[in-house]
């Protein structure tokens, strides 16, 4: 009877507490640049970049009614990106085309995974994007703080990937979150320089400019801050996107357009900044949204999903006098809002998730903390640079 007893202790006991976690976050380390770093990429991650871009083709098949390479060809008769990417980054073009080669895919298969943001702007669907921001500079003696839920696709799910990139004469190490094939979702470098992204649909796009991913790796790749606001305000921007940008405990927040690149500074006090996935203060807007326009009476009527949750991130930060990770952590995890929570589960629905959820430390020795899911399934983990030689 005691030996029974003993063995349902330990039963219950292992399904409280020894349960693994529900996702695994995949830790891939890469060496080198553009081809032969992307040729690491794509043997290492064969598989995943098989089965995403299978489940890309079917999501797309099914969310347009129409067959997904027919959708592709007819996208990329309207993306003419390539020019822009060979002029400001062309070793990541070339990354691209070691990750087909690599992986055995197609290079439009793969090239339209790195062009995310660029194909939902062409989609036009404004209401399947729910990422939310938050941007602390170092204060006090306190350290400066990137945060993110990056929200994608449900299909997405079970492809989390953080990839670390070696150090090399010219490139800090970086910490980068992303999936198979994709070179970049958001990320971190041991100089302290980071960066996290809004889809902003409502803006301007421009079908020959510099598609997101590529400009957060040229950011990621930065280690002087004058070059990178530079960069940051004067590239032909692919599409809107804002992007709240960490350099050695200062903290910047930019709308960017086709047409204009607008700074975002709610003034606080404690200098936090936070988006969410609609314009705050960039006014190039595409003329049928032009109710999203910061300049138009209708844009303080509107209640979407992305407004909800600005306003729910807002509450929790803009008057907070300290603001710790676990401010930034428990701020990520909240569903304040039942229509509009900043914690996105995976319903299985179709519709965005919160992929990961990252906190980066920006100080004198930066550090990320990430988790793989919603960040209220799971406990984040931290990953450090390593040392130098």
């Known amino acids: ?72 060809k007819e996208f990329l008769e309207y993306a003419n990106f390539t020019e822009s990417i060979k002029k400001w980054t062309p070793d990541l073009y070339e990354e691209v085309k070691g990750i087909a080669e690599g992986s055995g895919q197609k290079f439009n298969d793969i090239f339209v995974l790195n062009l995310l943001d660029e194909f939902w702007v062409y989609v036009n669907n404004v209401h399947n994007h729910h990422c ?28 989390q990937v953080l990839m670390r990139l070696e150090r090399t004469i010219d490139r800090p190490e970086q910490l980068i979150l992303t999936h198979p094939g994709l070179i ?68 910047y927040d930019f709308e960017a357009s086709a047409n204009k690149v607008v700074r975002f500074n709610p003034k606080n006090t404690n200098g936090a900044v936070y988006h969410t996935n609609h314009p705050i203060v960039n006014d190039d807007v595409k003329p049928w949204f032009e109710k999203y326009n910061p300049k138009s009476t209708d844009a303080y009527k509107l209640n979407t999903d992305s407004h909800q949750r600005f306003y ?21 995890k909240s569903k304040d809002s039942k229509e509009g929570s900043v914690c996105k589960a995976n319903q299985n629905d179709g519709m965005g998730f919160t992929f990961a959820s990252v906190v980066m430390t920006i100080s004198e020795k930066p550090y990320l903390q990430i988790v793989a899911g919603p960040p209220d399934e799971d406990e984040f983990i931290r990953v450090d640079f390593s040392l130098k030689k």
């Open 312 to 332: 729910s991130v807002k509450e929790r930060i803009a008057s907070q006098q300290k603001l710790t990770d676990q401010v930034l952590m428990n701020t990520l």
């Open 1 to 72: 009877m005691k030996k029974l007893f003993f063995l349902t202790i330990l039963f219950v006991s292992v399904l409280c507490f020894g349960q693994e976690p529900k996702r695994a976050l995949k830790m891939v380390t890469f060496s080198g640049s553009g081809y032969d770093l992307g040729l690491q990429h794509g043997k290492q991650l064969k598989d995943g970049i098989a089965a995403i871009i299978s489940k890309w083709k079917t999501n797309t098949t099914r969310q347009l009614g129409k067959e997904a390479d027919s959708i592709l």
């Open 184 to 251: 970049a979702l958001n990320g971190l470098n041991e100089e302290g320089i980071g960066v996290c992204v809004n889809t902003l649909i409502p803006l301007n796009a421009s079908s020959n400019g510099l598609p997101v991913a590529f400009i957060i790796r040229r950011i990621i790749n930065s280690t002087n801050k004058k070059k990178l606001l530079d960069f940051v305000k004067n590239v032909n921007h692919a599409s809107g996107q804002n992007y709240i940008i960490g350099i050695q405990g200062e903290v």
């Open 132 to 159: 939310s921001g938050i941007g602390v500079p170092a204060m006090n003696g306190n350290p400066g703080y990137l945060s993110q839920n990056m929200d994608l696709e449900n299909y997405t799910d079970g492809f």
